[in-house]
T-cell receptor, first 116, second 113 residues
Framework: GAGVSQSPRYKVAKRGQDVALRCDPISGHVSLFWYQQALGQGPEFLTYFQNEAQLDKSGLPSDRFFAERPEGSVSTLKIQRTQQEDSAVYLCASSSPRARGGATQYFGPGTRLLVL | GENVEQHPSTLSVQEGDSAVIKCTYS??????FPWYKQELGKGPQLIID?????GEKKDQRIAVTLNKTAKHFSLHITETQPEDSAVYFCAAPGNNAGNMLTFGGGTRLMVKP
């Protein structure tokens, strides 16, 4: 079946521009996660949805970052007034919860954002 | 929150040799330990995982061991092949209801033919 898809795959933005990154999770997956991966580092958690509810946004670096998942499937990560330090790969992952925790997270290919 | 340390940061082996990558974690509540492989320009791909009710798990050339007392887990790749060359990440969830993952810093594995 289809995996997690993300679009666009690459985005070049001028500093100050707003961007929107899209994630299509695996069909039926309740949980959706956004991670940010800086060059040469491991992914870092940004935010988490269970269905349409955003249950944790503790990893969002500033109020310029906003995520939504209005119908509990597709999610959009929006970054307003982009800054150079926002340049990174943005990864989306989805999972189907396990009763005892530790659900496997399946990652998309990521969106590589470069802010000039 | 959870803190995951991963070593080494780079590892070079000859084709056919074994490779071992080690991770430590801080939160004793962590009960799930996945390993991901990431190739250039791609997202992380799960290669193996282990849950806290077992100490070792094997899948062909790949194995993971877990020591909950010492709070460390390791990835073992035997009979390495050039296509094993990639960046490998360990992760742990810590104690959070959503099971978001905290990742190690990654190990760049290079398998020389």
């Amino acid at each position: 079946g289809a995996g997690v898809s993300q679009s666009p795959r690459y985005k070049v933005a001028k500093r100050g521009q707003d961007v929107a990154l899209r994630c299509d999770p695996i069909s039926g997956h309740v949980s959706l996660f956004w991670y940010q991966q800086a060059l040469g580092q491991g992914p870092e958690f940004l935010t988490y949805f269970q269905n349409e509810a955003q249950l944790d946004k503790s990893g969002l670096p500033s109020d310029r970052f906003f995520a939504e998942r209005p119908e509990g499937s597709v999610s959009t990560l929006k970054i307003q007034r982009t800054q150079q330090e926002d340049s990174a790969v943005y990864l989306c992952a989805s999972s189907s919860p396990r009763a005892r925790g530790g659900a496997t997270q399946y990652f998309g290919p990521g969106t590589r954002l470069l802010v000039l | 929150g959870e803190n995951v340390e991963q070593h080494p940061s780079t590892l070079s082996v000859q084709e056919g040799d074994s490779a071992v990558i080690k991770c430590t974690y801080s939160d004793s509540a962590s009960n799930y330990f996945p390993w991901y492989k990431q190739e250039l320009g791609k997202g992380p791909q799960l290669i193996i995982d282990i849950r806290s009710n077992v100490g070792e798990k094997k899948d062909q050339r790949i194995a993971v061991t877990l020591n909950k007392t010492a709070k460390h887990f390791s990835l073992h790749i035997t009979e390495t092949q050039p296509e094993d060359s990639a960046v490998y990440f360990c992760a742990a969830p810590g104690n959070n209801a959503g099971n978001m993952l905290t990742f190690g810093g990654g190990t760049r594995l290079m398998v020389k033919p």
